[in-house]
């Protein structure tokens, strides 16, 4: 994805213009026996392009986690960047200079957008590759514009503008659009629907959340890629998606949570009532003098804790997995200090002082995931390169910009005062074996220095540039 555009902090347009249904490029169009295109592949594809690049060129940034041994990267020195698809060895299969977006490699396929040159702001063409880079299908069409939202399994998730028409559309690996449900909307223009728009909920479950400015209306879609199906609300109450629930945030200006786990509605009618049920039954609240320790991955309830915890004052909490961080100050609120407690309220290991190079991102499994390294649940901090070799984290890490805001879910941030989720831009992590560093403030302040390596987490492999020809 083109760098240029995220220079500024927060950046994180994911948006995928993407055009099909029409003619094809490098790929010939058929019927099915439900009148759908479905591309066949001819073998032929000129997306690819080197412009004569050769040899070893650096890395500029990472821009994708490492995925069935596949990296997407940008690469090149001063202003001009391409973009390719690596292996962990480094070697380009697919070059462009117009790569608008991509998905991770899944089941052996990767989406990604190609900007045509000369066509317009919004008309990319989508192209789906298999791992080695080759094009399966590739659809061009300048009436039709296809936004993905997310992607799992091989499978995608698309926002469908054609006229005044707007759709939400799951497609596979080879290009067939096989659900698909209209959106409620008097737009006559395309919506700004990106996967900014998206927050995993589940596994295989997405929140869609769509503004409809010409009714002043928002909308929740809930999609599910296991069924497959869509649900629709309008339900205007302040509620989250988060670890496979359904979250009640207080809004009368206290912070208290009822959650229950997501299912897999039959239709609207279904979805609504698992709405109106999360706002009845009892409330958690994590704020003010009473804090209860409440598990939203799991929906349980664990012990209340003070404000004033053993004689330090709770700054911040986030329980996870049946683990509660606690980040605290003294009375002076001068010195910073953090521990992890069970959902009962015991103590891992004693208070330890807050070092200022500390940068807490996430938790798994009580285990703190920091910028330079774990603490473990002993207390011990350890460096990424030297995690304990009976270490199994239960998921990949994915590192955010900001401090332990994330939900653990593919870069995906929230903001706590809307409940707004979106994908940030790609900050590094550690999946597959496989350390990816997170980003440092460039000295100007202004633009940060995206990873631009991959390396193994015992250190015998480092790869640092693009490998093309």
């Known amino acids: 994805m083109k760098r240029k555009a995220i220079a500024l902090l927060l950046a994180a347009a994911m948006g995928l213009s993407l055009c099909a249904c029409g003619k094809t490029s490098g790929s010939e169009a058929t019927k099915d026996d439900n009148d759908n295109n479905v591309p066949v592949d001819n073998g032929e594809s000129d997306a690819s392009e080197s412009k004569g690049i050769s040899g070893e060129e650096p890395i500029f940034a990472v821009t994708s986690g490492v ?127 990106t996967s900014q728009s998206v927050v995993k909920a589940g596994e295989g479950i997405y929140v869609v959340r769509v503004f409809d400015e010409a009714s002043n209306t928002s909308h929740v879609y809930l999609a599910n890629f296991n069924t497959p199906n869509v649900v629709h609300s309008t339900n205007q109450k302040r509620f989250k998606f988060r670890l496979g629930c359904i979250v009640f945030d207080g809004d009368d200006g206290a912070s208290y949570y009822q959650a229950l786990p997501i299912e897999a509605y039959a239709d609207d009618a279904a979805f609504e009532a698992a709405l109106d049920k999360v706002f009845e039954g009892e409330k958690y609240y994590t704020a003010g ?13 664990g012990a209340t804790i003070k404000y004033i915890f053993e004689d330090y004052l709770v700054s911040e909490m986030c329980t996870l997995d049946g683990y509660v961080y606690l980040s605290l100050c003294d009375r002076s609120l001068e010195k910073s200090f953090y521990v992890v407690i069970d959902i009962n309220g015991n103590k891992l290991y004693d208070i330890k002082p807050m070092d200022k190079d500390i940068k ?11 910028k330079d390294g774990v603490i473990l649940k002993t207390g011990e901090k350890v460096g990424f390169d030297k995690l304990p070799s009976d270490l199994k984290l239960s998921r990949d890490i994915y590192f955010s910009y900001g401090c332990f805001a994330n939900t653990g879910d593919r870069s995906l941030k929230e903001d706590q005062n809307t409940g707004v989720f979106g994908y940030t831009s790609f900050y590094g992590g550690i999946m597959n074996g496989y350390y990816i560093p997170r980003p440092e403030m460039a000295e100007d302040a202004v633009e940060m220095k995206f990873p631009n390596s991959i390396q193994t987490l015992d250190g015998s492999k480092v790869v640092t540039t693009v490998k093309v020809g």
């Open 289 to 301: 003098e009473n804090r209860n320790l409440f598990d939203m991955k799991s929906a349980t309830k």
């Open 360 to 370: 807490i991102i996430d938790m798994i499994d009580g285990n703190l995931i920091c």
């Open 67 to 193: 995925s069935e041994d596949r990296i997407w990267v940008e690469f090149g020195e001063g202003e001009s960047h391409s973009q390719a698809l690596i292996d962990t060895d480094g070697n380009a299969l697919f070059v462009s200079d117009h790569v608008g977006d991509h998905t991770e490699v899944h089941n052996g396929v990767t989406f990604c957008t190609i900007h045509a040159p000369g066509s317009g702001e919004y008309n990319n063409d989508l192209y789906i590759l298999d791992k080695d880079g080759k094009e399966i299908t590739s659809f061009v069409d300048s009436e039709t514009r296809y936004d993905i939202l997310a992607a799992e399994g091989g499978n995608c998730l698309l926002y469908e503008y054609k006229g005044s028409s707007h759709k939400l559309c799951f497609m596979n690996s080879k290009g067939e659009i096989y659900y698909s449900r209209d959106i409620d909307s008097n737009a006559s223009k395309w919506l700004s629907l």
